[in-house]
């Protein structure tokens, strides 16, 4: 068992809809989350960050974690065709009363809005 | 902020041939960090440097592969011999000491051995 799962997709959605992504993970020691949307042949992109269990909005994006569950989540609303993209979430544990440097990355949604 | 930026952004080679990339990340972050990203997977931990000090190096990091960052600003990866199995994006991401999990990605440099 990898040490984060997340369902490839591809997901397809219509314009203006809620998008629920998502992330499983085994290692209790994580407590930092992040999530990235990486568009085809660039550089992942930080859009989302939250510290142990909770919830954070930023705009139309939401994340939520539930570590109990070990499960995170990030929600698009009002989806738009700009947000077609592959969302990468990734996670990392803490060391030394900071967060380790190495982050532990899912395989990546492909997400598509559809005008 | 003129973000992180990677060099060369594309690299074709033959193999058995070396290759080395550059990063030059965000001027006032410290920490730098190498990941490598195959097709349809997510980016993969390599290394990572406070300052000019290598802390970690994945299992993933051969022999063949050494990272450099002599001045504590860029950094090099270099991969010696490159194998057909070495193709895939080569992500470098910078942070600030406190705050390491916040990491910036640059574009990558993409590298196809034949």
């Known amino acids: 068992q990898k040490e984060v799962e997340q369902d490839p997709g591809p997901l397809s959605v219509p314009e203006g809809a809620i998008v629920s992504l998502n992330c499983t993970y085994s290692?209790?020691?994580?407590?930092?989350f992040m999530w990235y949307r990486q568009y085809s042949r660039k550089g992942p992109e930080l859009l989302m960050y939250t510290y142990s269990s909770g919830n954070k909005e930023d705009g139309r994006f939401t994340a939520q974690v539930d570590k109990s569950s070990k499960y995170i989540s990030l929600f698009i609303r009002d989806s738009q065709p700009s947000d077609s993209a592959t969302y990468l979430c990734a996670m990392t544990g803490s060391d030394y009363g900071g967060s380790q440097g190495n982050l532990i990355f899912g395989k990546g949604t492909k997400l598509s809005v559809k005008p | 902020d003129t973000g992180v930026s990677q060099d060369p952004r594309h690299k074709i080679t033959k193999r058995g041939q070396n290759v080395t990339f550059r990063c030059d990340p965000i001027?006032?972050?410290?920490?730098l960090y190498w990941y490598r990203q195959t097709l349809g997977q997510g980016p993969e931990f390599l290394t990572y440097?406070?300052?000019?000090?290598?802390?970690?190096k994945s299992r993933l990091l051969s022999d063949r592969f050494s990272a450099e960052r002599p001045k504590g600003s860029f950094s090099t990866l270099e991969i010696q011999r490159t194998e057909q199995g070495d193709s895939a994006m080569y992500l470098c991401a910078s942070s600030r000491f406190w705050g390491q999990e916040t990491q910036y990605f640059g574009p990558g440099t993409r590298l196809l051995v034949l």
């Open positions: 440097f406070q300052n000019e000090a290598q802390l970690e």
């Open positions: 001027s006032e972050h410290n920490r």
């Open positions: 290692n209790s020691a994580f407590q930092y």
